[in-house]
C-alpha cells in the first residue's frame, strides 16, 4: 500500500528570496555609470565596461540598481547598449547639466553670441539627421563640416529673410528677440572666418562659433573628426544620434528642418533643397542639448 504524504502550506517550498544587494553591487552599477560619463571611453576597448554592460542587460535587479544610481545623479538614461555604452544625459537639475550661458561664456559675454552659439549647435543636428527616417536608423552615419554647418545656416537664414518679406513682416527684430526669425539678421551680419593676418577664423565670425560647437561636442563623444576639409570635418558616433533624438521635438530644430533647406550628407557647403514632403513630424516634449 503507498502511503500518501500531505504537504501543510507551511511546508510547501518557499521561493528563493531575492539576493541582497551587496556594497560591491552598489559599487559596479555607480562604476557602469561612471563609464557613461566618459563618453570618448569605448565598450569594446574597455573589458570592464564591456562586462558592466553584459551584466546590465543579462541581471535585471542589477540594472535596476544602476538606473537608480543614474537618476539620484540627476541623469537620464537614453540607452545602454555594446554600440553606445551607457548612454545619459543630464536633467536640468543635475549637477552635470551643461549650462548654455556657461558654455558661451568662455568665447564671449554678449547676448547676441548665447543665441548664436544656441542656432549653431540645432546646424549641427540639423545638418547631422535632415530626416526622421535618420534618427530611426541605428546604422545611419552623419557627416558634417564646419563650413558646410556655415553655408547651412546662412541658406537657412537667407529663406527666412524671403519668408519675413513675403509677410511683410519685420525683417530686423532686436537681437535679444527669441526664435529663428531674429537669428538670420545676426548671423549674415557676422564675418565668416574674420581677418586675421594668418588667415585663422576668429571665435566671433559664423565659422569661429560652428568650430567652437563641433569641437565641444567632440570633446563630448559625439562627434569624431575625420579630416581637415571644409573647416573640419566630423561624422556622428551612436551617442550623438541618441542626444538628437531626445531633443528632435524642439521648436526651434522642428521649425529649422521645416525650412526645406537640406544639405548633402558628406558634409561639404553645397546645398540641396528639400524634397516635397509633410513626413516632418518628431519627437514630442524635448529640448536642447543645453539648460538655460
Not at 29 to 41: E, I, N, S
Not at 53 to 82: H, K, M, N, Q, W
Not at 238 to 243: E, G, M
Given at each position: ?92 537639475d543635475s549637477v552635470f547639466a551643461v549650462r548654455m550661458g556657461d558654455y558661451a561664456r568662455r568665447t564671449s559675454a554678449d547676448g547676441s553670441d548665447r543665441f548664436l552659439h544656441g542656432l549653431a549647435h540645432l546646424a ?129 530644430l522642428a521649425e529649422l528642418l521645416e525650412l526645406g533647406v537640406v544639405p548633402i550628407t558628406d558634409g561639404s557647403p553645397t546645398l540641396l533643397p528639400a524634397e516635397e514632403s509633410d513626413d516632418l513630424e518628431l519627437v ?9
Open positions: 500500500m503507498t502511503e500518501h504524504v500531505e504537504w501543510s502550506e507551511t511546508e510547501a517550498a518557499a521561493p528563493s528570496a531575492p539576493a541582497a544587494v551587496t556594497p560591491a553591487d552598489a559599487a559596479d552599477a555607480a562604476r557602469l555609470v561612471a563609464f557613461g560619463l566618459q563618453p570618448k571611453t569605448q565598450p569594446a576597448r574597455d573589458q570592464e565596461y564591456t562586462e558592466l554592460l553584459r551584466r546590465y542587460r543579462e541581471d535585471p535587479p542589477f540594472a535596476r540598481l544602476a538606473d537608480a544610481v543614474a537618476t539620484g545623479l540627476g541623469l537620464v538614461v537614453l540607452e545602454v547598449s555594446p554600440r553606445a555604452g551607457m548612454a545619459v544625459t543630464a536633467a536640468e549641427v543636428a540639423a545638418m547631422a539627421f535632415p530626416r526622421p527616417e535618420d534618427l530611426a536608423d541605428d546604422g545611419y552615419i552623419g557627416r558634417v563640416s564646419v563650413n558646410g554647418v556655415d553655408a547651412f545656416v546662412r541658406q537657412a537664414c537667407r529663406r527666412l529673410e524671403e519668408r519675413a518679406a513675403e509677410q511683410g513682416e519685420n525683417t530686423d527684430p532686436a537681437t535679444d528677440a527669441p526664435g529663428l526669425e531674429a537669428a538670420w539678421r545676426i548671423w549674415v551680419r557676422r564675418s565668416a572666418t574674420g581677418a586675421t593676418k594668418d588667415a585663422r577664423r576668429l571665435a566671433g565670425s559664423t565659422t569661429g562659433i560652428v568650430g567652437k560647437a563641433v569641437a565641444f561636442l567632440t570633446d563630448s563623444g559625439f562627434l569624431q573628426r575625420t579630416g581637415d576639409d571644409n573647416g573640419g570635418t566630423y561624422r556622428t558616433t551612436a551617442r550623438y544620434q541618441l542626444q538628437v533624438r531626445d531633443m528632435a521635438g524642439s521648436a526651434a514630442a516634449d524635448a529640448g536642447l542639448p543645453f539648460h538655460s
